[in-house]
């Protein structure tokens, strides 16, 4: 509980940090963008040379707002709005997103019942948590396989885990992947922590969940086998109020690297 408390903290400021950095950051990146924009009209193509270096330009210009943007959504918490929702509900809303994401041949499998108990959270927050985990699964299935999402009621006794008790709607994320060895999976919600490389992870994904979850009173747990594949499982506790519809299928912010 003590390391939680200090993960949890070490977020929050984190968050607080960044969020006016990236701000800042992004409104830069935009200048540099839209002025190697206008130099490519000036030019005209006429130096290929010259369109090799803006094309570079545009590429590191667009990671970075990939980050900046991922860096903003893990600032924004502050402003989030809990709701009670439906789990079965907001995953159908999503449901063509999360098969986007994930090419052929990679399966995705969802089985969320209707009667899971309703939960109090953000919904846009939830949807990115969600797709955070997903573009993992994908991205730990290079060969392809099966991604599956499954839902539960669980009534936790105290001790079991943890010190959280009572009813809690539960999702597993499970993937037939590359799976971690124990010294990674210990520190996957670690911010910052990736093993993609600086082009292509910001170790922000994960954290944003383990911030997500906790902030909503539930609880993450993780198992991983090397060759085998990793599941996920996030604890949210159940709420009694009846969940609000979900509004028309819309956009989400897709993360970083997607
Ligand atoms: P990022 O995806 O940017 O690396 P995350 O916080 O989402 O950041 O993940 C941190 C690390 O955890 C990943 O770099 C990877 O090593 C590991 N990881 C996360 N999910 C999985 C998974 N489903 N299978 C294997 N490894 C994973």
New binding site residues.
């Given amino acids: 509980a003590h390391e939680q408390l200090a993960q949890v903290q070490k977020m929050d400021a984190i968050g607080q940090l960044t969020g006016g950095v990236a701000h800042d950051f992004n409104n830069l990146l935009m200048v540099i963008g839209g002025q190697a924009e206008l130099l490519r009209t000036r030019l005209g193509g006429a130096d290929p040379r010259a369109t090799r270096s803006l094309d570079a330009i545009e590429t590191a210009t667009r990671r970075g707002r990939d980050l900046t943007r991922h860096l903003l959504s893990f600032a924004r918490r502050q402003h989030l709005q809990p709701l009670p929702i439906s789990l079965s509900d907001r995953i159908r809303g999503i449901e063509e997103l999360f098969r986007a994401s994930l090419p052929a041949p990679v399966a995705l499998m969802i089985d969320v019942p209707s009667f899971i108990w309703p939960v109090e959270v953000d919904p846009s927050e939830f949807e990115i948590a969600l797709l955070?985990?997903i573009?993992?699964?994908r991205?730990?299935l290079p060969d392809g396989g099966v991604v599956s999402i499954t839902g539960e009621n669980v009534t936790l006794r105290e001790g079991e885990i943890q010190d959280l008790s009572g009813d809690f709607a539960t999702l597993t994320i499970r993937?037939s992947?590359?799976?971690?060895p124990p010294d990674?999976r210990e520190?996957?919600?670690e911010p910052f922590?990736?093993?993609?490389g600086v082009n292509?992870?910001?170790?922000?994904?994960?954290?944003q969940?383990y911030g997500f979850v906790h902030q909503a009173g539930g609880h993450i747990s993780v198992t991983?086998e090397l060759g085998k594949?990793?599941s996920?499982t996030i604890y949210l506790p159940r709420v009694q109020a009846t969940p609000v519809a979900p509004s028309e299928p819309r956009e989400v912010d897709a993360p970083?690297?997607l």
């Fill in positions: 955070n985990m573009v993992n699964a991205d730990a993937d992947g590359t799976g971690m990674i520190r996957v919600f922590f990736t093993t993609k292509k992870g910001t170790g922000l994904g994960l954290s969940v991983s594949g990793t996920f970083a690297g």
